[in-house]
């Protein structure tokens, strides 16, 4: 009898433990642990909002967006910033950016606002902006580089003034409902949280000015938000083997199977004579027709064997004949990064996540030369070679050892070949013949010289 309600007891406790495994499970699904990127922990945008005088109706604030990410940039057509008012503020001006709509300002008659609408979306303003309308850090038609990269160009900065809301500490009222976009989706935004007031330097750094009020919005990105497909894959070959391994069929989706072209299409023709502007809003994607539709192949070759170094050959190849990439940046994972000696081409940074393991480092291109990333044709690749010190207690060539781990273009992650497929060394029949083999050989020839010798 006791037996029996042991067992029950701990049959009721099993089922109690699959119980909240479940409920632990559906938390980790739909919580924003979804948006952790192992290789960049820390990595965020953060949106700084400082008051820095009221007004009889509001106040007058700085917005600054800081691009933490290490290695993920925010292209061309930009950032876009959305939030929905608490109350029923609206916008009497922006410098160094603009809302994207008015909205209905109609009850307003002698003054009227920059935008009235109740979740405005702003975005920074174009190259070139007249000087009156310019802010620090503004006008880079919303493009931020990674902190890793250049953190000077990670920054970007607006002023905004704010009506019809509270004109102290106490009646403020923080925005809610954050949304950035760069340029699409894939970030999600947490609450406004007040922080300790900002200190800002003047523009001749001699005087720092203290915020009223101060307080932060943190933003984080999801690849799974962004696409449900991949945009990159990468492909593989060796100086051992004539086989390349190219990526998976349909490694980025099949979705743009019908729409996509081949070289001699006409449509290149026409989009050649007919160039989006730089205005319009991200064009469609015009893919060249491959087996895999990718937007990007990454093509890792391992070039040469020395005996303290081994060489890789790194390409990268563009297949969207309507997007080129500025300030692209490739990050690699491989447990030899962590003794780099040279890196040809490309500039090279080590990305320490964890400070015990260096096993990854970021690529990026060299100002002027090759940090722009051509739409696909003659001119749409880029390539690089690294050359690496061996430790002689893990080098290998066998089993792929010497393919990387992973590979992030441009922040999203790649999709890589299966293992099975990657290029493999020669098998034993071609090994060198081993000390038994040559003395049977011997053995086999000096029997048949004796038996020639007694025939003749």
Not at 332 to 358: A, K, R
Not at 419 to 436: E, V
Request: hydrophobic share 35%.
């Amino acid at each position: 009898m006791e037996y029996d309600s042991g067992k029950k007891q701990q049959k009721d406790t099993f089922g109690c433990f699959k119980l909240v495994a479940l409920i632990a499970l559906c938390f980790v699904l739909i919580s924003p642990a979804e948006s952790f990127d192992a290789l960049d922990p820390t990595g965020n945008v953060t949106i700084r909002w400082d008051i820095m005088s009221w007004t009889s109706d509001g106040y007058l604030a700085t917005v600054t967006l800081f691009n933490f990410q290490l290695y993920r940039n925010i292209m061309n057509p930009g950032w876009t910033l959305g939030w929905t008012w608490a109350k029923k503020e609206i916008i009497w001006a922006v410098v160094g950016a603009q809302a994207t709509e008015q909205g209905d300002c109609a009850k307003f008659k002698l003054k009227i606002p920059h935008s009235c609408k109740r979740n405005p979306q702003v975005v920074d303003l174009l190259p070139g902006a007249p000087f009156n309308m310019q802010f620090t850090n503004c006008c880079r038609g919303g493009v931020l580089t990674s902190w890793g990269q250049n953190p000077s160009g990670a920054v970007s900065s607006f002023q905004i003034g704010v009506g019809l809301s509270g004109t102290s500490n106490k009646t403020v009222k923080l925005p809610k409902n954050f949304k950035l976009l760069g340029p699409g989706p894939g970030y999600s935004c947490g609450p406004a949280k007040v922080v300790p007031s900002t200190a800002i330097l003047t523009d001749d750094r001699r005087r720092k000015m203290q915020a009223l009020m101060s307080w932060n919005v943190t933003c984080t990105y999801s690849q799974f938000l962004a696409s449900k497909n991949p945009s990159c894959c990468v492909s593989m070959s060796s100086f051992y083997s004539d086989k390349i391994t190219g990526c998976p069929p349909c490694a980025c989706g099949c979705q743009n199977n019908d729409t996509c072209v081949t070289r001699d299409s006409k449509i290149l023709k026409e989009n050649v004579t007919s160039p989006h502007r730089k205005s319009d809003i991200t064009p469609k994607p015009l893919l060249q027709c491959t087996h895999h539709l990718c937007h990007v192949r990454v093509h890792w070759h391992l070039k040469d064997n020395y005996e303290d170094y081994w060489r890789v050959k790194i390409a990268i190849i563009n297949f969207n004949y309507r997007l080129n990439f500025t300030d692209w940046s490739l990050v690699v994972q491989h447990p030899n990064l962590n003794n780099v000696t040279q890196v040809y081409s490309f500039e090279y940074m080590p990305l320490l996540p964890y400070e015990s393991i260096n096993d990854t480092g970021m690529f990026y291109g060299l100002k002027y030369y090759n940090d722009l990333l051509m739409e696909a044709g003659p001119k749409g690749n880029v390539q690089s070679e690294v050359l690496m010190k061996k430790d002689k207690n893990t080098f290998t060539l066998k089993q792929g050892w010497a393919f990387p781990r992973r590979v992030y273009f441009n922040g999203d992650e790649c999709m890589l070949p299966p293992p099975d497929s990657y290029p493999m060394l020669p098998n034993s029949a071609q090994k060198p013949p081993t000390t038994i083999t040559l003395m049977a050989a011997y053995v086999v020839f000096t029997l048949f010289l004796h038996l020639v010798v007694t025939l003749f």
